[in-house]
């Protein structure tokens, strides 16, 4: 082979080989290459711009636009036979009561209406003593009717104002019954035989010898004295059997007043927990607000009947005692009367009692039929049935409803008057509690009907609980700030707002997932300075709201409306994570 031929070969291997390593320098990577080329891109900055705006806070709850001092008036029997009849009507829907008024008329017999705290619980009789007397007292005085002293003692003065109230009214005040009158023509006649007796005893001069007509007269005390033990027994027997009578209803009716606000309760339990009891679907504002109603109308009903189940125990405590007592005194009359008639047959011997002693005797028996006259008489006259009066803790009122009309005959209410003002009831969580005071400002907001009313928190509970809240729920009544509520809110179920806090102005604002904590333990934020290039400054905090937080930058650091900061970091490759998903 020639040179040139091998020169020639040999440049054609050359050319072979570095086509080959060209390709293999292709096709073969080195391990750097490798994780360079698979590496996840960049994680892109995932910003929002720092806000100007006004930041405030908001305690939100529920309430009803209700009238005050509610209440519901019913009506007891006027009569012996429990007759509860409605003769007459008085009073209609929107009237205002005043005290004094009459506001119905039962079988005959009115009804008035006195301001004072302390709820009718027995009628009130001459001597009879006690606040409800002073209270009674006081209510005659400002209708300028003199009781006389207000010292709470039931005077000839009391039943003289008490006579001019109902002549005042058109009626006539409640008289003396038939067995009083009877009781006491039967003490005056009691009276007349002692003295009779007195006189025979000091007519006859040192050798006494009664007359025939002295022992008429002995034995007819004596059978006198036993009539009226007779009737004193009969009579406690009755109010004694009568009393506990009461005494049973008002127990049963106490039962049942508490098994209606129980179910009342149960009821509204369950709409407030999102089943209606009637419906089994969720409960509206309004049908929410009627349980509501019925519920604090069996609390009225518990409270009331709790009320008179206690006036029935004082009464049949009070009649127990006082019927024995007069069954005690009868007794003593009839022993006395027995001895009298005793000495008159048998006169003493001998060494036995003289007429001086007999006289004496004589003159003590007069002192004693005397007294219980005197007593009687004046425990005797005109009343004041309980039937007939209704005491308020606040006048005037206003007729809101009229359950019962002339000519029927109630079981229950007759009416419901209210005060003349208005407030909203609601509750707290324990966590809002410690935000709030007494003084605060709210805003009752119902949209269907396009009416904000301005509040003010009157009363805050600073313990929770109580009625049908929970141990975590705390107490709160608000009332209306201007004196004139619209007619269309009434009875209304709305949000309350109560604003707790807000900053003043517009101030610098940022999510919260745009806040982290530095190696210090200071607040910060990640600052995009330029494209993808960000800086850490540090910040105070203040208020937050609706998922911002005021924000004011420390230590010369620059921060203004516009900013972006970082609230996290988007990785397009799928194995990275962002701490928020908004896009700035």
Known sequence: MGRRAVLGLVTVIALVSAGVGWVAGQRIQSPAQVAAETAAPEPSLITVPVESTELSVDVIVRGTLEFSDTESIEVQPTTVDGTTIITRDLVEVGDELS??????????????????????????????DGPDVTQLEEALLRLG????????????ATETAIEGLYQRAGYSAAKPSPDELAQLESLRDAVTEARRSLADLQGGGDGFSPSRSSIIRAEEALRQARAIATDAKSTQTRLNSDAKKSLD?????????????ALAKKRLNSARDGTHPDTSVAATAAEVAELLAVRDAARVGWDEAVIAQDAAALVAYVTAIDQAEFVRLAGVEVRIAEIDLADLINPPTEGGDSTAELISRARESVTDAETALAEADEAIGTSFP???????????????????????SPTGPVMEVSGAGVSITSSLSATDRPLLSVGDTAIFDIEDLGIAIP??????????GGGDLGDDRYRMRLNPIDDVVPEDAYGQNSRVTIPVGSTGGEVLAVPLAALSAGADGTSRLEVETVTGVTEFIKVTTGLKALGLIEVTPIEGADLAEGDRVVVGRDNP?????????QDG
């Not at 803790?393 to 009229?402: A, N, Y």
């Not at 509040?455 to 929770?464: H, K, M, R, S």
């Open 249 to 261: 209803e008002a127990d049963a009716t106490a039962g049942s007043a508490q098994a209606a606000l």
């Open 145 to 156: 009717l003199d009781p006389g002293p207000v010292d709470g003692v039931y005077t000839s």
């Open 99 to 128: 005290e004094g008024d009459v506001i119905i008329e039962v079988a005959g017999r009115p009804v008035f209406v006195l301001g004072g705290d302390l709820p009718e619980y027995r009628s009130l009789t001459p001597t009879a």
């Open 573 to 581: 490759g799928g194995t990275g994570s962002s701490d928020s998903d």
């Open 386 to 408: 309980a039937a007939e009066f209704r005491f308020l803790p606040t006048l005037p009122r206003t007729v809101q409803r009229v359950f019962a009309e002339r000519g029927e």
């Open 455 to 464: 509040l003010e928190i009157t009363f805050l509970a600073d313990d929770p």
